[in-house]
């Protein structure tokens, strides 16, 4: 893997001082020097943990629906080769770094394109950080308040519980959402303030996935499900451009480059990071494949795009409105206590992009204050407008996951500034680009027939 020790800690030193003036991406600055020794030694589960909580996040709620458009199998298959290309672009970024000693994503692609390269990079982390964000308060919007998107009314859990009133409509109780839960929690200005939260935020996703399994087990064995859709249904033309539509789906639900470098840095043994990527990774694939299989085995051809919008129906099991609000509490808790670890990475970039050479953004109490409220606006009224997670994954997918995910650490093996690559990563990286751009320009084409074509109903 390259990787250089005890004669070159100084030199990784240095690398280290520069890439503070270079990058934001990891936040290596002088006044946060005690918070990096302090995560020195990460173990393997812990940073396996750490990455595996950076995987998965929103992205799980979509997959079902894209099950649904791709069919059982290939859908499975498209989860299984969408790890497989993220681990060799993971595997890409770290050998990089390690053979020219570099800590972060935006210095790697400094180094290899210049400033413009870092500023494509943070402009990316930036469109999908906010894209990921905006899609967690469309979910807690959708749970709590309801939705309509599908011309079917799912209430929402303030409306099943009091009714329909103005005090729980989708634009207040955001806004409640926003002022009471996200602002304490995006005001700290570490990282590790937040870990508890985290923790707690992926023994609530487990809940989900263990309660939405044993429920379509339940079922299966009742025989009270009917047989899932094994191919898709082609019926034209339309149809084949509209199966590209879950591909930036399944690359969002894998995006997780851009915090790869900071497990990287935390670990004592740094050879470590290949086994905890494909353990994370494998772990990961596992999750969404049985989260996509028992949901869409469960509600089958009336799947939502938002699954968790589901689970306001008779499950036909005893205590079924019980299980509904317990698996959409828990997750509506996980997304907000993700939002804040996202929002970090996001303040951070946006920063770095604004004031490039001012000093560190949580040492200037006014430079944070403005950029925090101007970004949580932002995503609020992005969530309000923004009809569905899927329009929204659509977007950030086809664009700035797929240059973070798939195309940058392509790129960057094909330009090989330290002179490592073989002739299979170079064929891998224009397999990967020519994949990537093909299918999400057709799925940007598409996406955009489907809309033109629904505002034509109207």
């Not at 690359?251 to 740094?270: G, K, M, P, Q």
Request: glycine share 6%; with cysteine.
């Amino acid at each position: 893997m390259g990787i250089e020790n005890g004669s070159t800690s100084d030199a990784h030193t240095s690398h280290k001082a520069l890439q503070d003036e270079t990058t934001p991406l990891l936040p290596i600055k002088a006044e946060e020097e005690d918070m990096i020794h302090e995560f020195n030694g990460a173990s393997f589960s812990g940073a396996v943990f750490n990455l595996s909580t950076t995987i998965v996040g929103a992205g799980i709620m979509a997959l079902p629906a894209s099950i649904k458009m791709l069919g059982l199998i290939p859908g499975i298959l498209m989860i299984i080769l969408v790890a497989l290309l993220t681990e060799a672009s993971i595997d890409m970024l770290v050998r990089c770094s390690h053979q020219g000693k570099i800590t972060s994503y935006g210095w790697l692609m400094g180094e290899t394109f210049g400033d413009w390269g870092r500023i494509a990079l943070q402009t990316s982390v930036v469109i999908n950080n906010i894209g990921v964000l905006t899609v967690y308060m469309i979910i807690i919007g959708d749970v709590l308040s309801g939705t309509s998107t599908t011309g079917v009314h799912h209430s929402g859990i303030f409306e099943g519980w009091f009714g329909p009133h103005l005090w729980n409509s989708r634009p207040i109780v955001l806004l409640a959402t926003t002022l009471l839960v996200f602002a304490p929690l995006v005001s700290f200005k570490r990282l590790d303030s937040l870990s508890y939260t985290s923790a707690l935020s992926v023994a609530l996703a487990v809940v989900f996935v263990v309660i939405t399994a044993g429920v379509a087990i339940v079922r299966l064995i009742e025989g009270s499900v009917e047989m899932p859709k094994l191919f898709p249904e082609i019926d034209g033309i339309n149809s084949v451009w509209k199966l590209f539509t879950a591909v930036p789906v399944l690359v969002t639900a894998y995006i997780c480059h851009y915090n790869v470098h900071s497990i990287d840095n935390e670990l004592e043994d740094r050879t470590q990071i290949k086994p905890i990527v494909q353990t994370s990774l494998g772990l990961c694939s596992s999750v969404y494949i049985a989260t996509s299989f028992f949901a869409y085995l469960l509600f089958g051809e009336a799947t939502l795009a938002d699954v968790l919008a589901n689970f306001d129906s008779d499950l036909r099991i005893p205590f079924s409105s019980i299980f509904n609000d317990i698996v959409r509490v828990s997750y509506v808790v996980h997304v907000m206590l993700v939002f804040p670890i996202v929002f970090f990475a996001l303040r951070l970039n946006l920063d770095g992009l604004l004031f490039p050479t001012s000093r560190h953004i949580s040492r200037d109490n006014r430079r944070f204050t403005i950029i925090t409220i101007s970004l949580i606006s932002v995503i609020y009224l992005a969530a309000i407008f923004i009809p569905s997670i899927w329009d929204a994954f659509q977007f950030t997918g086809a664009t700035a996951a797929v240059l973070i995910g798939f195309i940058f650490p392509a790129m960057i093996i094909l330009r090989d500034p330290y002179d490592i690559a073989t002739k299979r990563d170079k064929v891998l990286s224009v397999t990967m680009i020519v994949l990537a751009v093909v299918s999400n320009a057709v799925a940007l084409y598409s996406d955009a027939l489907n809309i033109f074509h629904r505002k034509q109903e109207a």
